[in-house]
């Protein structure tokens, strides 16, 4: 039987390891374990590794390092500001990442019903324990269902609106390949997600994503392996993001809405 990321009782495994992390990027990994906890401290709780580098498919050069800090207390201007230190610092000194990427939160937020299925399954599914105890352990199992879907995903329609304005206001070919690349695997994302309970595991390849997505919508396929490819491989073209906000992704997202319904507000 087809493994696709779940166990044999059918709860999400944990993808990602410390033992899985490419030797090229061990360097970085250790050099962000250790400023993590100069920058923060006391104030950390926790800190994680998701992506690409603990599931040991990160590109040397071309994939970023992507970090979850759970602070104590919600995170202050102090710890914004060292976060941003933090990702420009890692990313100058090495040349195996194309940036850093730091999340902060804090623990009450991380263990809030609000966040059981988005945030919490985030950290308890998707990420690797790098420093402090694991918040995982206060987490339930997660399925792939259609609740998981709407509270991780279901918000594109809200999403499209921002990213209209960012479209509109860029013009440099640098600004096109970064949003090319943050509508890309958003959309992929959600694409998988549409259908993952039906599919029944759990994928983070953006190009099996689309694969799997494109078996239950035929007419979007070839969109969404494009899209993957862009994800990847980000382009510098208006057009591309004008497909994504005019078309792929309104498209997306009433789909969505009528099959899982919208994800639940949060104050």
Known sequence: MEHRGLDAYGYFEREGSLG??????????????????????????????YGSVPRGTARPGRSDLDLLLVLHRAPADEDR???????????????????????????ATVLSEAERFDLGWFLACLCTPLLGADLAEHLPRYRPDSLLARETNGDLADVLPTWRTRAREASAPDEYRKLSRIFARRLVRTGFTLVMPRWGGWTSDLAESAE???????????????AAAVALDPVADPAVLRTYIEDLGPWLADEYTARHGTKTPRT
């Open 20 to 49: 899985q992390v490419p030797g090229e990027f061990r360097g970085v990994v250790a050099a962000a374990r250790e400023r993590i906890g100069e920058a923060y401290g006391r104030r950390l709780h926790s800190a994680y590794l």
């Open 81 to 107: 500001d060292a976060a941003d230190v933090l990702a420009l610092g890692l990313d100058e000194d090495f040349a195996e990442i194309d940036g850093a990427g730091i999340l902060l939160q804090d623990k």
């Open 212 to 226: 799997v997505f494109g078996t239950y919508y035929p007419q979007r396929a070839a969109q969404m392996r494009a």
